[in-house]
């Protein structure tokens, strides 16, 4: 997932979780497309749509923050080891540590169906509007700009096979009635894969259930909830059988959702300078409310990293909030933080590096055995693994040497289309992109996924690339990228059923061409 289902306190996957409002789904940040007044900055925040469609919980409050500045100096390589992970994430909690020079841009919806939406701390000053929901509003600010904002129902955005990535981990709730009062029945102690492993009947596709995981829930069978298996399912024909079925799982489901399109002058005084702008979302629920009952009140009793810095204890109006869920980069969340509820920190998630490599090593150790036994190169080191091991590290130094490579090589572009201005913008790598946990958007490029991210990248395909060694040649000669798994001739080839890329390549709906961009509610 992006951020779906998480944190855990308003996980709905539970059986008993019901869906929340305060369940954040997707950031994206991406360039306008319209410059004939300048750059332009687009971001969109969507969430739960409950109670309804187009339909707001007077009890949120949602935060849109951001901060610019410019892009960092080409440097050479630095040594691939701890000591340089220590000094960027040493350089990181210097610039994000409480997030005081964040911009914020905070809205809350009435009972009479009007969204008030308040700008604090622009270079214009801050300043509050009321705007209808459902409808565009061009919003009035300081030296003549304006802001366009919706702020309503949408189709949702995302297009992901969630039952199929739910496989891979052997995640039990996605297929079984699991309560969140039983963590050890979450993730099941089966090597994660990407292929299906030979006897796990718990997770592997049973035709006489087709639809398990999609809609379909069982009681969970008595355990033990381990594998004992040594290699890969095939079919008669020698064909691995894929935990991927390439379906939508988001297909005809709607969000709510602040979408915002503003001059790159409304946030920086210095637009030729700062050609960075990092945008991060959260979710705050009424603490009278009584709702989101597993996060407390107050967070020091839910050992929260940054508990004594909480802007509750300055802030007037957040007093009476508690901060539930963020989202900044597509599965930093529920992939690498998985859903914990006291890791919900945005811009301040470097307390979270060392789990970070930690799980990656876990993860690699699942998917990288399944990449090598499809004939591509893995930027894990396996040891030679001949299937999907389950390991869980102790620690990020013991984890670290496995995970090197998936940590600190360049993910590579498909072409150079995205950096639009042929400035020779150097490739991101995955400590960069997930530490802080913010959608980075570079004005310079298109704002496609990892320079931000826009609505038609299949970010789900591109998080799997990670595992793809991008400093090799691949199949033809030819580096892997962040688009390879979407290249249909990859699964033609491939020893698997069935050929098809892991997730959907193109969303349910068309998006639009102009403002607010995410297309209509079903």
């Known amino acids: 997932m992006a951020d779906h289902n998480d944190p855990n306190a308003v996980n709905s996957i539970f059986s008993d979780i019901d869906p929340s409002a305060a369940d954040v789904y997707d950031m994206f940040g991406f360039p306008g497309p319209d410059e004939s007044q300048g750059d332009r900055v687009v971001v969109a925040l969507t969430f739960a749509s409950v109670p309804d469609t187009g339909v707001f919980d007077t009890d949120m409050l949602y935060r849109l923050r951001m901060y610019s500045h410019p892009r960092a100096a080409v440097t050479g390589d630095e040594s691939r080891d701890l000591d340089t992970l220590r000094r960027y994430i040493d350089g990181v909690r210097g610039t994000y540590f409480g997030a005081e020079s964040a911009m914020e841009i905070r809205m809350t919806v009435d009972d009479r169906g009007q969204a008030t939406v308040t700008f604090h701390d622009f270079p214009g000053g801050s300043f509050s509007a009321t705007v209808p929901v459902g409808e565009v509003t061009a919003i009035p600010a300081a030296d003549g700009l304006s802001v366009d904002a919706f702020i309503g129902g949408r189709d949702d955005a995302f297009f992901n096979d969630l039952p199929g990535f739910f496989r891979s981990i052997n995640y039990a709730p996605q297929f079984y009635h699991v309560p969140s009062t039983r963590p050890d029945l979450r993730e099941l102690p089966i090597p994660k894969t990407l292929l299906e492993l030979e006897g796990n009947d718990l997770f592997n596709y049973n035709p006489a259930i087709p639809d398990l995981g999609w809609g379909v829930k069982l009681d969970l069978p008595p355990g033990p909830y381990t594998w004992s298996g040594n290699s890969f399912?095939?079919?008669?024909?020698?064909?691995?059988?894929?935990?991927?079925?390439?379906?939508?799982?988001?297909?005809?489901?709607?969000?709510?959702?602040?979408?915002?399109?503003?001059?790159?002058?409304?946030?920086?005084?210095?637009?030729?300078?700062?050609?960075?702008?990092?945008?991060?979302?959260?979710?705050?629920v009424r603490k009278a409310s009584h709702k989101v009952p597993e996060i407390p009140d107050h967070p020091i009793w839910h050992e929260h990293p940054l508990a004594f810095l909480s802007p509750d204890h300055r802030d007037k109006q957040l007093d009476g909030y508690k901060l539930v869920d963020t989202v900044g980069q597509p599965f930093a969340d529920a992939g690498l933080s998985e859903r914990e509820n006291n890791r919900q920190l945005g811009a301040n998630n470097f307390w979270l590096a060392p789990h970070f490599v930690k799980r990656l090593a876990h993860l690699g150790w699942g998917f990288g055995p399944s990449i090598t036994a499809l004939g591509l190169r893995c930027s894990f080191d396996t040891g030679g693994a001949p299937v999907s091991v389950h390991r869980v590290y102790r620690t990020a130094v013991e984890a670290f040497p496995r995970a090197r490579k998936v940590i600190f090589q360049r993910l590579n572009m498909p072409d150079d289309s995205w950096d639009r201005r042929k400035l020779g913008?150097?490739?991101?790598?995955?400590?960069?992109?997930?530490?802080?946990?913010?959608?980075?958007?570079?004005?310079?490029?298109?704002?496609?996924?990892?320079?931000?991210?826009?609505?038609?990248?299949?970010?789900?395909?591109?998080?799997?690339?990670?595992?793809?060694?991008?400093?090799?040649?691949?199949?033809?000669?030819?580096?892997?990228?962040?688009?390879?798994l979407s290249d249909q001739a990859l699964w033609d080839a491939a020893p698997i059923v069935p050929k098809t890329s892991p997730n959907p390549l193109k969303n349910d709906k068309d998006f639009l061409p102009h403002f607010p961009y995410l297309a209509e509610p079903w």
């Open 425 to 484: 913008i150097p490739l991101r790598r995955p400590f960069e992109i997930f530490v802080p946990n913010v959608c980075a958007l570079d004005m310079d490029t298109t704002g496609t996924w990892p320079f931000g991210r826009r609505l038609e990248d299949q970010v789900a395909n591109r998080f799997l690339s990670l595992f793809l060694d991008m400093e090799s040649a691949g199949a033809g000669g030819a580096a892997y990228h962040v688009e390879t």
């Open 233 to 284: 399912k095939k079919d008669a024909a020698g064909n691995y059988r894929f935990v991927y079925d390439g379906r939508d799982a988001r297909a005809g489901q709607n969000v709510n959702a602040i979408i915002l399109e503003m001059p790159l002058r409304f946030i920086t005084r210095r637009p030729e300078v700062d050609r960075i702008v990092d945008i991060w979302g959260e979710s705050w």
